[in-house]
């Protein structure tokens, strides 16, 4: 019997196993059953607008103060008008400064932020520009009393107006990069992160201080180019819509040519796309790689214009704060700063314009703070890491806070001062995030539903009144030199820089002072705080200058002497040098120490044989037998 072929029994076919997919941790959706008006983007453009308004209205009023001097009132570029446009493209950003002092580039790195500063040109073309062979003489002059100051201050009245604009439209460009792109599911959490960073005092030094357009026309850009860029990706034919990729590459000129935090796109646009397009690692890259050819275009500019740091400045304190501290000293200092930014932007007081040596006391790792500063920051970096791998919007806060600290607490790049509440404004646009995600997880976690939006409600309602008080009355504080630094001596009273300026505000207060008592008495305050300052950095040039001049004042020429030649000994490039030696010749004639005064005025003379009124003064006493 032939043996029948036995079939085999098929096996069931198995399922295939599912690929295992990432941990997802999205942003929750909105709950559908809130009010409309809360996901309605009309009505959170009007909030934020008006909130970004009324926090920061009262700036208007206000003159000019801080680095509105080196970068508007002592800058030639900008008294031109539009004539004054092409110096400032092709030049430092305090290229005009510099000039008055017979210097160059005092900071690691330079700056070159051309773009706020073409802006304070335009608004003086509709000003009044100056004319070319006059602005010497304006910028020389620029903050004494009579009909310049009068005019100077009135347009800065405008240029603070102008600023809180800018402020305004930058609100309104984050809450749209909040909602398009970082909280697509969520307006609410979107709006309550704009809500946060708008009204958060540490801003203040951002609005308040003119020259620190900068920062705001900075962000703006950032997030216009984050728009357009993921607007571009959205399209299926995208050689009909190479506009939008046009678009995203000139704000990311801008963005650099605001200033440098632009280059922290190079890490955090492919994150975006990885985490809220869900694209993969190589695919982020390659929607990056035009924005990677514009940074190297930038690069190349911006190294055929930023001079060589001058090497006076290494050594100077103020350009240099941890010039004096050894190796561990300096990064432990530099550690513990970290921590100060996170106190502020959790407890935004007391608020200082100014933290240069020696408001920060050098730390070594034997400080606790530099330990806990360590420890908050490793945790932070494993907290990216976990949510990082459920693609949750926390890493991108996380990223964003991270990756710009970077940029400005020294750790990488010398930035040529200690800390500023202005240099963690893009920063805080991570912390912003991060708040209205916990904020709003925490409200729906509170049962029932309606005792959690009313809890959120009144947090936002109290949290925004107290930021109110707190940023209205610290914009007061900024109105000037004046009001600022003797508000600031109290909050940092080791600072060299509040100490010299409230010095400088007292022996100018002086100037217009009638009773000749109370004349002598500011002075002698001014005095006061300027050996403040000298005790804290004794090569501190500006210091003894002024001292000098305030002596001088005081009628008091030994004194003078004294504190002259010292800037002659520190800087004896100083531009005003010979003039302010004849000065004190003439306080030793008045006395009628004739020796002292020939002996002064020879010493003009070797420093600059031009100089006139020194060489007829000798010719006097000569005649007059005081060989």
Not at 318 to 341: C, R
Request: include cysteine; charge should be positive.
């Amino acid at each position: 019997m032939a043996n029948k072929s036995i079939k085999p029994t098929p096996r069931p076919v198995q399922a295939a196993k599912p690929k295992q997919e990432v941990i997802m941790d999205p942003t929750p959706a909105m709950d559908p059953t809130l009010p409309a008006w809360l996901s309605n983007f009309k009505i959170h453009v009007v909030i934020i607008a008006l909130l970004s308004f009324l926090f920061y209205v009262n700036t208007s009023q206000n003159e000019y103060a801080l680095d509105d001097t080196i970068v508007i009132v002592k800058n030639e570029y900008v008294y031109e008008g539009f004539g004054g446009l092409a110096g400032i493209m092709t030049t430092d950003a305090y290229d005009g400064y510099y000039k008055l002092f017979n210097s160059s580039n005092q900071l690691s790195g330079g700056r070159y932020r051309p773009l706020s500063i073409a802006t304070f040109a335009i608004e003086q073309q509709f000003l009044g520009p100056i004319p070319k062979s006059k602005v010497d003489s304006v910028v020389a002059h620029s903050g004494e009393n009579g009909a310049q100051e009068k005019k100077l201050i009135s347009d800065m009245h405008v240029r603070h107006f102008i600023n809180v604009i800018f402020f305004m439209l930058s609100m309104i460009a984050l809450l749209y990069f909040l909602r398009y792109i970082v909280f697509k599911k969520n307006p609410l959490m979107a709006f309550l992160a704009a809500i946060i960073f708008a009204i958060h005092p540490i801003h203040t030094e951002v609005i308040a201080n003119v020259k620190s357009r900068d920062e705001i026309l900075s962000l703006m850009f950032i997030c216009l180019t984050y728009i357009f860029a993921f607007k571009y990706e959205e399209q299926t034919d995208k050689k009909q819509h190479r506009w939008m990729l046009g678009m995203g590459l000139f704000c990311y000129l801008l963005a650099f040519l605001s200033k440098e935090y632009a280059v922290s796109l190079m890490v955090l646009l492919p994150l975006a796309f990885y985490l809220f397009n869900q694209y993969s690692f190589s695919k982020s890259i390659k929607a990056s790689l035009p924005y990677y050819a514009l940074l190297a275009v930038y690069i190349i500019i911006r190294l055929q214009i930023i001079a060589p740091m001058s090497k006076d400045s290494e050594a100077d304190i103020l350009n240099n704060p941890y010039a004096l501290a050894s190796h561990s000293e300096q990064l432990a200092t530099k550690i513990s700063t970290t921590f100060n930014y996170l106190k502020l932007l959790i407890f935004p007081h007391p608020l200082s314009a100014d933290y240069s040596y020696n408001t920060l006391p050098y730390k070594d790792f034997q400080d606790i703070i530099v330990w806990i500063s360590l420890a908050i920051h490793i945790a932070l970096i494993r907290f990216f890491f976990y949510y990082f791998k459920r693609r949750s919007v926390i890493s991108f806060a996380i990223a964003f806070y991270f990756i710009n600290l970077l940029l400005i607490c020294n750790i990488i790049f010398n930035i040529g001062g200690t800390m500023g509440e202005r240099l963690i404004y893009h920063s805080s646009v991570g912390f912003a995030i991060a708040a209205a995600y916990f904020l709003y997880m925490g409200m729906e976690k509170i049962k029932p539903i309606a005792t959690g939006r009313i809890a959120l409600a009144a947090f936002m309602v109290v949290i925004i009144g107290l930021c109110g008080f707190t940023v209205i009355e610290r914009n007061e504080n900024w109105k000037s030199d004046k009001t600022l630094f003797f508000h600031d001596i109290n909050v940092t009273p080791n600072s060299i820089l509040v100490n010299a300026d409230v010095a400088s505000s007292y022996v100018n207060m002086a100037e217009t002072e009638p009773d000749s008592l109370s004349r002598i008495s500011d002075i002698k305050k001014g005095i006061h705080y300027f050996d403040r300052a000298i005790e804290l950095d004794p090569s501190f040039v500006s210091g003894y200058l002024n001292r000098g001049m305030a002596y001088f004042k005081l009628k008091e020429p030994d004194s003078a002497f004294y504190n002259i030649n010292m800037v002659r000994q520190l800087y004896p490039r100083y531009p005003r040098l010979s003039e302010m030696f004849f000065n004190v010749g003439v306080n030793f004639f008045v006395a009628k120490r004739y020796r002292e005064a020939m002996n002064v005025w020879q010493m003009t003379v070797q420093m600059d044989p031009n100089n006139a009124q020194a060489r007829n003064a000798i010719a006097v006493l000569n005649q007059q037998g005081f060989h």
